[in-house]
């Protein structure tokens, strides 16, 4: 067995949980951690000094759209349907590589800053899933369809969705063996999938035991027009669609009506809170204190960086409790560590069912170290505090995804930052331009 021991740190094994002074250690090979307790003596050459850092169990950023980097502040300041006829114009120009670039600096920036595996909707395929698969991520990845005949990316990809969901069987059948790339169904929305498609889905879903991923009740102006076309709000429609009954890992749910969150309950469903991307795009506040009182299983996500503008899931743990907090008036209303859980613990369920997003001997070796000796994590009273309301993702050193090292003292080493930087830079411009002189 090729164990690797971290020694000696603090460790946040999960939400509300603290060890000082502590030694962590996993197999290379099994891919899981070994031990967890007190330090048992000196390290070895191929050990990590853990002095001066924090051990947390790795981020899963339960909901975006991670190529989209490139549309990174190309429309920030306008009104949500405005903001939907930027990001539609700049897609259509999207190519296959302009996506390939967008993700490869998606995944350097992910990683970067602590996030272990992603959950994301987009115009998935072979090369994009290689290249997660190449960078040393987890993923589940739904593939988007808007309805049998649309094509989402013409110039990307010019797959109707029929063709979609067929293909989506097919890469989960291609990537069965890779434990850390997963399928998911990706129907984008009740308004954009029509109802015999969504039903299509479940039929699938259930035969085939590939999950479904959708967005759901993300603004006012969609559940009015879903209670005025279909007399049910998006969530009540597409239970009664068959849709809820398997596994399904709903987007947003900020506007829940009557009787949804009894529904968002059921034991196979999850829900990826995105505070930043609904702040930003003024979609609403979800009840997320409802949420938990109802036993809902709840992620938390970036969404697209065209909504937010980072993938830094810091700011999704701060901000998501700050704004339940003021919204209610009450600052006893929710945790720092109620968000740090579903950062964590939250996001796994609706990643891979089989994870548990915390630290055990026994679990996976998701591992990321933190940088405590800064101004920030001065005095370093309570890790919980600081990594709920303090850290950011560039306090992130190392990361270990199942006992592989993909960030180390923190350089990225599968993917070349500088030239997936530069890539992206160079084509968002070609883009742009397309845009003025069109
Ligand atoms: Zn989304």
Redesign the pocket.
Known sequence: MSEIRIAPLTVVPSAGQVMRNAELAFCTASGRITYLGPPRGPLGPNDVDGDGRLAMPGLINA???SAMTLLRGHSDDVPLHTWLTHVRAFELRLTAADVLAGLRLALAEMLRSGTVGFVD?FQWDSTLLGAVSEAGMRVSAAPAVFGYDAVAFPMADATPGAAMLDRTAALAAEFAGDPLVGLAYGLHAPYTCPPDMIADVARRSAVDGIGVHI?LS?TQFEVQESLRRFGSSPIRQVADLGLLDGRVHV??AVHPREGDIELLARPGVTVAH?PV?NLKLGAGIAPVPAYIAGGVQLGL?T??VA?NNTLDMFEEIKNGALVQRGYAADPAVIAGSDLFRMATAGGAAAIDPTLSGVLAVGEAADIVLLDVTGTTATPFGDPGSFLAYAAHGTDVTDVFIAGRGVVRNRVVLAIDEAAARAEVTERAARIVSELVEA
Do not use: F, L, P
Request: charged share 15%; proline share 0%.
């Open positions: 909901h975006t759209h909707m967005h993300e987007a947003h995105n991307s996500g969404d697209s909504s």
